[in-house]
């Protein structure tokens, strides 16, 4: 059987022919789309997790079977992150030009994030765009293990799960939109969270700079 290519443009996803041509391979997609975008970040696969949120509010995809593959493939991506970090493996990637690049971006992140320490801080850098890889990527640097990781995998990707899916949903059910002017209307607020996310934890990073350099005169 063959399958017709998929498109990932918002008019696309927020189309119900989407689901009736690719039935549930559809999810396996969804899955692997939402793995892949923790070790490359730029991947859009957040544009499909809240279009999958306004369809399911259009009663074209069960809820329950979106936050559930959304959960699966956040977690498998995340715990590979980890691995790559924490056991040094993405050397393996310095065989080629773009995985030198993929890497020294994951890096990128991660410093710009704030150089989290603490479980409570890899939690939180994960609502700032790409912070979701710089958290695991942090993680595995730091060697992070124990309750403290397994906590971090889970709580981190149930939270992502809910907040993406939620957006969409809710966007869905309570603007009147169409699908795909849904999906659009969420993205731009999710987007305007993360930069405020951003702004905030970059106030703080420079109040607390500031305040060890009075420390230090």
């Not at 041509?21 to 696969?45: D, H, K, N, Q, R």
């Not at 690049?101 to 790409?130: C, E, N, Q, V, Y």
């Not at 969420?186 to 305040?211: C, D, F, H, K, P």
Request: glycine share 12%; proline share 5%.
């Amino acid at each position: 059987m063959t399958h017709p290519p998929i498109a990932f443009g918002i008019n696309d996803l927020g189309d119900p022919a989407l689901y009736q041509e690719w039935g549930l391979y559809y999810f396996v997609v969804l899955a692997v789309a939402v793995g892949f975008t923790a070790i490359v970040p730029p991947f859009p696969s957040e544009v499909m997790v809240i279009a999958s949120g306004t369809m399911a509010a259009e009663e074209i995809f069960p809820l329950l079977l979106v936050l559930a593959v959304t959960f699966i493939g956040c977690l498998t991506g995340d715990i590979g992150v980890y691995l790559l970090f924490r056991y040094k493996l993405i050397r393996l990637l310095y065989r080629w030009r773009w995985g030198r690049r993929l890497h020294r971006k994951m890096l990128r992140i991660s410093l710009r994030a704030g150089g989290a320490s603490t479980w409570a801080g890899l939690l939180l850098i994960r609502g700032i765009p790409g912070g979701r890889s710089a958290s695991m990527a942090t993680a595995g640097i730091m060697r992070l293990g124990g309750r403290s990781i397994v906590a971090l995998c889970l709580l981190g990707a149930l939270t992502w799960s809910l907040w993406l899916v939620g957006l969409g949903y809710i966007t869905g059910t309570t603007t009147g939109l169409p699908p795909w002017a849904s999906t659009a209307a969420a993205i731009v607020v999710g987007t305007l969270v993360g930069l405020g996310i951003t702004v905030l934890m970059t106030r703080q990073r420079s109040r607390r700079g500031a305040e060890r350099e009075s420390v230090a005169r």
